[in-house]
């Protein structure tokens, strides 16, 4: 739904209790940002207000080095990472594909309502700074490659054309210049 109250139910398989370390929502917030994921079934994050929008990580209480991020428009596009946060999250939430069930590496989702049940698998991937995982690194270049290339384009059509017409006035010219060093 646009507005009310959506729970995000999580079994979490891993050995680890993850508390709110941040989120980024448009008109909307967590419930209770005290609470925490424990071992185990039955943990709900519950998101209030507009839902259009957003994402809240959570992060290993104590080691401070695995994640579960969950980004969402709506309740038709979520997509839940587990282990390494992803690098851009805001791209993830601009780009999450439709349907009500998904699977990443260390976790899988499911919507049923205005619940979205989360799985998270028990062995995730451990952030270290000092020893990325370069799968990881490899993915987050190409995405940010990805996101560069989408935002390099023009603002408007104004910006378009006149950045059209002043390329093509400089080919033009390039050539009229070849053509005279030619001859």
Not at 35 to 51: L, S
Not at 63 to 86: E, H, M, Q
Not at 161 to 179: K, P
Request: with cysteine.
């Amino acid at each position: 739904p646009a507005s009310g109250m959506v729970s995000f139910e999580i079994d979490n398989q891993t050995q680890d209790t993850f508390v709110h370390d941040g989120n980024w929502m448009k008109s909307s917030s967590i419930e209770d940002e005290s609470k925490k994921v424990a071992p185990g079934p039955g943990n709900t994050i519950e998101v209030k207000g507009n839902t259009r929008a957003g994402m809240f990580w959570l992060v290993s209480q104590g080691t401070w080095d695995c994640y579960i991020t969950v980004c969402f428009s709506g309740l038709n596009r979520v997509k839940v990472f587990a282990g390494l946060p992803p690098m851009d999250a805001m791209v993830e939430v601009q780009s999450l594909p439709a349907g009500n069930a998904g699977e990443e590496p260390g976790c899988r989702w499911r919507v049923e309502g205005t619940t979205v049940h989360i799985s998270i698998g028990p062995d995730l991937p451990r952030w270290s700074a000092d020893a990325p995982d370069p799968a990881y690194i490899t993915q987050w270049k190409e995405r940010r490659a990805q996101a560069q290339v989408q935002r390099t384009g023009p603002r408007d059509a104004k910006q378009g054309l006149s950045t059209g017409f002043a390329t093509f006035g400089r080919g033009i010219g390039a050539g009229v210049a070849s053509f005279a060093a030619a001859t």
